[in-house]
């Protein structure tokens, strides 16, 4: 399978604790980009990185956020204290770069579903 | 980047051609149309972008009004399988790498 690949699937956890989830992107994709979805909305953005370079964060990327893509292949993206609210559909996605939509076009892995109790 | 109105929802029979309507007419010149579905509990799927032109592939068809304004996603022979949420999204190249989503079209395929 040469699709983006997300691990856990699915992460329980207590209000409190920390969680990391891991992506993979398609092979030689050098875009990655982390949005989140809670129940009955569409995807928000939450960061993209270029290579291993980390180049916007959106507002809802609070300081307990915080990813990496340390040698510009996998991702992780950690989150401290979670609480209830950072319940939700954590999805990564990649592209090509940049250069034309046919190279842009973001895909989608199976996501990350975490429960804060 | 500009927005989207899609419906809410819609229903489809089974073998019948789906077309999904989608209103985009506050969309800039250099922003193309993209469509994207989700099935239940999985990660979005990319179906199909166009700029001015109809497009083909082997999933879908996006035809594109004259004047931009409006597309609409055909489906030719819906099965049950393409039960999902269908995400309609203008976007520019090189300029906003994000992608910004609306709620979507639930739609439901009936046997």
């Known amino acids: 399978d040469t699709g983006v690949s997300q691990n856990p699937r699915h992460k329980i956890t207590k209000r409190g604790q920390n969680v990391t989830f891991r992506c993979d992107p398609i092979?030689?994709?050098?875009?990655l980009y982390w949005y989140r979805q809670t129940l009955g909305q569409g995807p928000e953005f939450l960061t993209y990185?270029?290579?291993?370079?980390?180049?916007?964060k959106s507002r809802l990327l609070s300081d307990r956020f915080s990813a990496e893509r340390p040698k510009g292949s996998f991702s992780t993206l950690e989150i401290q204290r979670t609480e209830q609210g950072d319940s939700a559909m954590y999805l990564c996605a990649s592209s090509l770069g940049t250069g034309g939509p046919t190279r842009e076009t973001q895909y989608f892995g199976p996501g990350t579903r975490l429960l804060v109790l | 980047d500009a927005k989207t109105t899609q419906p809410t929802s819609m229903d489809c029979a089974e073998g019948r051609a789906a077309n999904l309507p989608c209103n985009h007419s506050?969309?800039?010149?250099?922003?193309?149309v993209y469509w994207y579905r989700q099935i239940h509990s999985q990660g979005p799927q990319y179906i199909i972008h166009g700029l001015k032109n109809n497009e083909t592939n082997e999933m879908a068809s996006l035809i594109i009004t004259e004047d931009r304004k409006s597309s609409t996603l055909i489906l030719p022979h819906a099965t049950l399988r393409d039960t999902a949420v269908y995400y309609c999204?203008?976007?520019?190249?090189?300029?906003?790498?994000?992608?910004?989503w609306g709620a979507g079209t639930k739609l439901i395929i009936k046997p």
């Open positions: 092979s030689e994709h050098n875009r």
């Open positions: 506050t969309i800039s010149g250099n922003e193309y």
């Open positions: 999204i203008v976007r520019a190249m090189d300029s906003n790498y994000q992608l910004i």
């Open positions: 990185f270029q290579n291993e370079a980390q180049l916007e």
